[in-house]
Structures are given as C-alpha cells and as structure tokens.
C-alpha cells in the first residue's frame, strides 16, 4: 500500500510507521509537510492512501483536502491530535473519510481498512452508475435508429401502395366507367355500378393506409394534419373532438412535427380502445418556443399497473420520440375523471437534426 503522510513532527511518523509495521502491513509511504509538496506528491505518485494532520505550519488538513478532493483523491484520514466534535464533523462532511486520535493507533489498521473498502464500494457504484447511463443511452439512440427506421419503411409502402395498388384501381374505376357507357344491358349496368362502388371503397381504403403510414398531411403544416386526424378520428368513433391551437400556422422542425402528429395518433387510438369516454380536447401551441400538444379525455383514466404493464409499448414509445427531439412526455390521469396525454418540446435549437432524422 502506498500512504502518503501529511505530518510535520518525524516522531509522530515514524510512530506510524512502527505501528502500520506490527500490524503487518506492507506500505510504503511518503511524509510530506507543506501544502505544496503534499499536492505535487500527489499529482507525480499514485496513493492508495493519505494519513494528514489537522494542524500544519500555516494551513490545516482540510486544505490538503479541498486541493486534491476534485481528482479522485485516495481515502483521506485524518490522524491527529484533538481537534473538537465540530471539526471532525465537518472534515466527514466535505467527503473527508474518516478521523483517528493520534492516541489511538492501534485501531489504524481497521479504520485504514473501513476507509479503503468504503471507497472501493463508492467506486464500484460510480462504474455501475456509468455503465447504467452508457446503457440507457445506447437504447435510446437504438430506439431512435428503430423509429426512424421505422419511419423510411412506412414511407416506402406507402409509396409502393400509391404507385402500385393506387395506379391500378384508378385505371381499373376509368375502364368500368368506359365499359358501362358502352352498354345497354341492365344486369350489367347493375353489376359495373357494383363493382364501380367496390373500387371507389378499395381506393378509399387505399388512401386511409397511405396515411396512416405516412402522414403527406402533414406537409400542409401540423395544424391541418391535425385537424384531419382529429376529423377523422371523430367520423370514425362517434367521441367529440374538440381542437385548438393558439396558431394555425405552428412552426416547428420536421421532425418534432412528425413527433407530434404520431403522438397524437397514438392518443387518439389509445382513447378509442380503452378510454370509454364522452369528448376528447386537443390543445396545440408553439407559444414561447415550446411546441405543446395535450390530447385530452374524460374517459376512465389509466391505473398504475396499466401503465407499468411491460407489454405496452404505446406510451413508451412516444417517451423515447420525444426525448429523441429533446422533448419529453408527461402522462396525468385520475381515475375514473379521464387522462392527459402532453408532448414537450423546447423548439430553441437546442440541437441540430441529422440528414437521416429531416428527411
Ligand atoms: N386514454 C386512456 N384511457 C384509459 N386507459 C388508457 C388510455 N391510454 C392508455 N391506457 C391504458 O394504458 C395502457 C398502456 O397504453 P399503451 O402504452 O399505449 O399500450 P397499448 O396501447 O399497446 O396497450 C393501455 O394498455 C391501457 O390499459
Ligand atoms: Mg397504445
């Protein structure tokens, strides 16, 4: 073990020396006397340990320690003459490990060996802790790399059922129409006018799957393409959906639009499958740079355990979006009087959007 002792009397180090001796420990150390020496020491050696007086010729040891506490010192201890209750008191505080009388050497080995485990748990924590932040961190950019991924599919299928599935229905709709100026015959009539009513239901559907999958709408602003979620939402559920914005021209990056538009998708489906509910109050606003959308209901409120249940992924997921453009989710709900579901986000850049995440 490698000590460095703070200690202006040679007498009362080579008295712990003898005593670190009979207690069979192996150490090597290094007595040092002024403030300047004593962090110059420890900036050239590597201590496991520091031993210091409380009183030195023109500084006290909790000068030592206030020049070294920022630098992942060694376990500082404080072994010394009677220095009063307070003084020990206040040396534990400022993270000084631990205070021994000089008179009590002989319990040295033990308060030396407490101070080093102390410090190897305090040191095990913080590996811990960072391990747990490096982790969270990794799964929130996978989160992130996962949503966007995410994003580029829907965006492609969309493309494809446009291009593909939307091109050939509409030719299809042009040929019936041709087929049935072209005859006479009234069964056929009535079979072009059913197959025509087909079509017009198959290109319907079409076009609902294009934007749920991508939301084109939303190149008109997020006003408009919220509005035409909550129309939408309204014709299909029957629940009154009230909107209000402080702007129908709300300003915000693409991408925490497209966060807030799959937010309040996800809201919105959430107050049709469980909510039972009456009305739904949305509320958008880029008032003092904070775009905010709080999506409303009276219905029956979320319980705890619903939303710890681990299988949801619903709400999570709009966490992870919003912390992906530096906003955050807030979930308020009182049972049985309804939930607010409230997206954040600073629109002060407070960090720039990759090429991936824009487009
Ligand atoms: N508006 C709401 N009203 C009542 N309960 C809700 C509402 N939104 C969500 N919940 C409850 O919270 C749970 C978690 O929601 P969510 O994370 O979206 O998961 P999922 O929709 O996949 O079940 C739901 O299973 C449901 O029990
Ligand atoms: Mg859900």
Same mark, same amino acid.
Request: proline content about 3%; charged content about 25%.
């Given at each position: 073990m490698?000590?460095?002792?703070?200690e202006? *009397?040679?007498?009362?180090?080579?008295?712990?020396?003898?005593h670190?001796?009979?207690?069979? %420990?192996r150490?090597?150390?290094?007595?040092?006397?002024?403030?300047?020496?004593?962090?110059?020491?420890?900036?050239?050696?590597?201590?496991? @340990?520091?031993?210091?007086?409380?009183?030195? =010729?023109?500084?006290?040891?909790?000068?030592?320690? /206030?020049?070294?506490?920022d630098?992942?010192?060694?376990?500082?201890?404080?072994?010394?003459g009677?220095?009063?209750?307070?003084?020990? &008191?206040?040396? +534990?505080h400022?993270? !000084?490990?631990?205070?021994?009388?000089?008179?009590?050497?002989?319990?040295?080995?033990? &308060? +030396?060996?407490?101070?080093?485990?102390?410090?190897? %748990?305090?040191?095990?924590?913080?590996?811990?802790?960072?391990?747990?932040?490096?982790?969270e961190?990794r799964?929130?950019?996978?989160?992130?790399?996962?949503?966007?991924?995410?994003?580029?599919?829907?965006? *492609?299928i969309?493309?494809?059922?446009?291009?593909?599935?939307?091109?050939?229905?509409?030719?299809?709709?042009?040929d019936?129409?041709? %087929? $049935?100026r072209?005859s006479?015959?009234?069964?056929?009539?009535?079979?072009?006018?059913s197959?025509?009513?087909?079509?017009?239901?198959?290109?319907g559907?079409?076009?609902? !799957?294009?934007?749920?999958?991508?939301?084109?709408?939303?190149?008109?602003?997020?006003? /408009?393409?919220?509005?035409?979620?909550? #129309?939408?939402?309204?014709?299909?559920?029957?629940?009154?959906t009230?909107?209000?914005?402080?702007?129908?021209?709300?300003?915000? =990056?693409? =991408?925490?639009?497209?966060? /807030?538009?799959?937010?309040?998708?996800?809201? @919105?489906?959430?107050? *049709? #499958?469980?909510?039972?509910?009456?009305?739904?109050?949305?509320?958008? *606003?880029?008032?003092?740079?904070?775009?905010?959308?709080?999506?409303?209901?009276?219905?029956?409120?979320?319980?705890?355990l619903?939303?710890e249940?681990?299988?949801?992924?619903?709400?999570?997921?709009?966490?992870?979006?919003?912390?992906a &453009?530096?906003?955050?989710?807030?979930? $308020?709900?009182?049972?049985?009087?309804?939930?607010?579901?409230?997206?954040? &986000?600073?629109?002060?850049?407070?960090?720039?959007?990759?090429?991936?995440?824009?487009?």
């Open positions: 490698r000590i460095l002792h703070l202006d *009397s040679q007498n009362d180090h080579e008295l712990v020396c003898r670190l001796s009979r207690a069979g %420990v150490f090597e150390i290094t007595r040092v006397e002024g403030l300047d020496a004593f962090v110059e020491a420890t900036k050239r050696i590597l201590f496991d @340990l520091v031993l210091a007086d409380y009183r030195l =010729p023109g500084f006290t040891a909790l000068d030592a320690w /206030a020049a070294i506490k630098s992942a010192p060694p376990p500082f201890i404080l072994l010394s009677a220095i009063g209750e307070a003084a020990a &008191v206040s040396a +534990i400022v993270g !000084i490990s631990d205070y021994l009388h000089k008179d009590e050497l002989n319990r040295l080995e033990r &308060v +030396i060996g407490r101070a080093i485990e102390v410090r190897q %748990v305090r040191a095990a924590k913080d590996r811990a802790d960072a391990e747990l932040a490096a982790s961190k799964l929130a950019e996978f989160a992130q790399h996962l949503q966007s991924t995410i994003e580029k599919e829907r965006a *492609s969309a493309r494809e059922i446009h291009d593909d599935i939307g091109g050939s229905l509409a030719a299809a709709k042009l019936l129409a041709w %087929v $049935s072209h006479t015959n009234e069964l056929t009539q009535s079979h072009i006018q197959a025509t009513e087909m079509m017009q239901h198959a290109i559907a079409s076009q609902r !799957i294009m934007m749920n999958l991508r939301p084109s709408i939303l190149d008109q602003g997020l006003y /408009a393409a919220i509005h035409w979620l909550a #129309k939408s939402f309204e014709k299909r559920t029957g629940i009154s009230r909107i209000t914005a402080n702007s129908e021209n709300l300003c915000a =990056p693409k =991408p925490v639009e497209l966060t /807030a538009y799959r937010t309040a998708q996800e809201a @919105l489906t959430n107050v *049709s #499958k469980y909510a039972g509910c009456g009305s739904v109050q949305i509320e958008i *606003s880029d008032a003092d740079n904070v775009l905010t959308l709080e999506v409303s209901d009276d219905g029956k409120g979320i319980t705890t619903e939303l249940n681990p299988c949801a992924f619903g709400l999570r997921g709009l966490r992870e979006r919003a912390r &453009v530096g906003g955050w989710l807030d979930i $308020s709900t009182v049972e049985g009087k309804g939930t607010s579901i409230i997206l954040s &986000v600073p629109l002060t850049p407070l960090r720039s959007f990759s090429d991936e995440e824009l487009e």
